[in-house]
């Protein structure tokens, strides 16, 4: 059951972000949108309104534990409670180690690992005093096996599928825990590349094979849909193409 359900999503201006905002306001819930370009997080917020739907924005940067508490404290203050926490935020500057590029390796470390465990943070106390809540986490298939160019990226979504499991053994009954890994999906991912050979390389893959955030935003709603008592813990969702 989806209607009514207080949905917290960072990372959602664009993207897997924004498709699953949208698609979970088609089914009646109530959105609070984090994402650190208030320009486009706004018009998310417009689009889902303009739809009959309700949501708000508020600028929030992942890898600022403030940003992210005030981002839940928002939830709270405007619908009185968080029913589900979705820490998508996420980036990829990948190249190859030998690259050395140190401060990309940091920026995905903070954004794609510190930020999830800050959404943690920041969401667990609320479901603790209401009773319950679910996470839905977006990691990547790059987190599964190792592939050239993404072995920060894809150990940064390693860790946070074992923080996932962790987070779902020590939750309990009354706290559901979902990971949804995509694989290549028509997204800004390849944006962030800095290597120019890489960042053309991905961008043939993405115009061969990649799936809409579309896809994603389905199962992350096919996740929340479902009854008090079941906890989906795990989705993958590729193109068929990828290997």
Known sequence: MIEDKVVVITGASGGIGRATAVGLAARGAKL?????????????????????????????????????????????????????????AGIGPVSALDELKVEEWDRMVDVNLKGVLHGIGAALPVFRRQGGGQFVTVGSVAGMAPTPTMAVYGATKTAVRVLCDGLRVESGPDVRVTLVSPGFVATDFVATVSDADVRAALEKSRDAMAISPDAIARAIVFAVDQPADVDVNEIVVRPTAQA
């Not at 706004?42 to 992210?68: F, L, M, S």
């Not at 404290?73 to 409670?81: I, K, M, N, T, Y």
């Open 32 to 88: 609070v949108l984090g994402g650190r370009t208030d320009k486009a997080l706004d018009g998310v917020a417009r689009e889902i309104r303009a739809a009959g739907g309700q949501a708000v924005a508020v600028v929030t940067d992942v890898t600022r534990r403030q940003d992210v508490q005030a981002l839940l404290a928002a939830a709270v203050a405007e619908f009185g409670r968080v029913d589900v926490m979705v820490n998508n």
